[in-house]
């Protein structure tokens, strides 16, 4: 029995052309600048380091990364002021209007752009599982302790104090 040719499987199939991709946005707490990334982005972490806490005010940030060629300024390009740190070699923009941390920028990674994640209303095709500077972490920061609501401050959940063992009076030996 004599084989047929195969037909070649990439002329068989019709040819479409690249799905538009799916965009997630975000925007300062203000509304001066808004911006974009094509979803997925790229990854998403923690950063626990003292220099991300304190440029942030907060115990952690947590970033999306996304490749420049798939973030864009949608509005309010002029209201974004920029420091740049010479000896760590980083550059962190904000809205000046606002204040609010827009981009963090790395000399390790000069092809990628961070954006807190807090900025978007939408889902960025990636959950933060990643932790970084975890030895720079707070000492100050909720570990996930049990809580309990504070009576009359409905919403507000509070961290009981530790009890403390009670001593041995007795000695051991």
Known sequence: MAKLPRPDKAAALPKVGKSPSVQSKGR???GAVELEIDVPA???WHDHSQASRHAQG????????SWRSRFRILKGE????????????TARSFCARCGTPLIYERPRSPRMVNIPRALFTTRTGREPRYHMYLHEQAD?????????????YP???RERPRRRKPRDLEPMF
């Open 155 to 157: 919403g507000v959940m």
């Open 58 to 65: 907060c115990a952690y940030p947590t970033y999306v990364g």
């Open 78 to 89: 002029a209201q974004i002021t920029r420091f740049e740190d010479p000896e760590e070699g």
């Open 28 to 30: 300062c707490v203000c």
């Open 42 to 44: 790229v990854w998403s």
């Open 140 to 152: 100050w920061i909720y570990l996930g302790e049990p809580l309990s609501p504070l009576k009359g």
